[in-house]
């Protein structure tokens, strides 16, 4: 398998990276110790090279309504500058994937999609687009590389790195994005902390990358990428989603727009499942004796049974965390079994996040 690799691939191995594959690229795991850069992250600044993902610009007349058909989340509630979270979904109401779009300007718009359905997504955006007559031009910018610099200090460390740029982004609110000095800077992210996601050229991000680490911003792989969104309880794409799960049923129902009468892709069966009533639904567990937690363990509850969809060991709590799909009528503070290898655990219904901005919050 000829696995792909991001601009920062060599400065990753001088760094004694472990490499492994991801979503169809060879990506650092941890650079020595994942609970070290999870750390790093909550309590003072970390970043990642999140170039694998794909940035795509979509322009020209007809823009806007193509994305309003294609996503659940209505864009037409953005200006310019700001950017919102949102599912693409099949006319079954499954997630196709999980994404943010960025309005750059009337009829300009960027997404951020998924490394591992970045084809797929750009197949099914082209799909849409020609079967609905929209003129608008789609084009994925292999051409960028992307850094995530996040934690308490990380947008603090980031301007130490890039003083130039500190004035055009030191007012920007989450959600908000502002292209300066070649860069386009959004302070978003998917660790649960502050801190901002950087799209730049690609000959340029191993500059970006040594002049981060001079200022003292600690390299992070996907090991705490992992651990930092679970414990933020943001969904991973492929594991507690995919195109057999609904928003409803991923606990995403916030990122669906079924107030205005926009007709966008899955609508019809998102109001027939809301109709119906959900089956199923995404919760945290929080292991209550020893053990790990992980995908694919089955959990009984007093309504029947479910499923982890992702799990782990907390490093900020010290306890073993998951998400779960269970039924519907479960609800939080009740107790749950979890079948650990043939050994029952009890575990605590909670409601995700379990940390957010360092703090625990279960």
Known sequence: MNLKRTPLYE??????ARMVEFGGWEMPLHYGSQINEHHAVRRDAGMFDVSHMCAVDIEGFGAQDLLRTLLA???????DGRALYSVMLNEAGGCLDDLIVYRLAADRYRLVVNAATADKDLA?????????????????????????????NGRTKFWQARPQVQEATAELKPFSAAQVEGLFVARTGYTGEDGFEILLPAAQAPGLWRDLVGA????????????????????????DMDES??????????????KTPR???????LERQRAIGVARQLVGLKLL??????????VATAHGEGEITSGS??????????????????????QVTVDLRGRAAPALVVRPPFVRHGKALV
């Open 263 to 269: 007709d966008f892709i899955g609508r019809e069966a």
């Open 73 to 79: 989340n209505d864009v037409a509630r953005l200006t």
């Open 289 to 298: 004796a020893p053990g790990v937690l992980r995908a694919h363990q089955r």
């Open 216 to 239: 003292g911003v600690a390299p992070c792989g996907l090991g705490a990428r992992d651990t930092l969104r679970l414990e933020a309880g943001m969904n991973l794409y492929g594991q």
């Open 124 to 152: 099914w955006i082209e799909q849409v687009r020609a079967s609905r007559g929209f003129e608008a031009a789609i084009a994925p910018r292999r051409d960028l590389a992307m850094l995530a610099v996040q934690g308490p």
């Open 11 to 16: 400065i990753h191995l001088a760094a004694g």
């Open 245 to 258: 799960v609904t928003p409803l049923e991923a606990n995403l129902a916030w990122t669906v727009d079924l």
């Open 313 to 334: 060991f907390s490093p900020s709590l010290a306890c073993a965390i998951a998400l779960a799909r269970l039924p519907a009528a479960v609800a939080a503070g009740e």
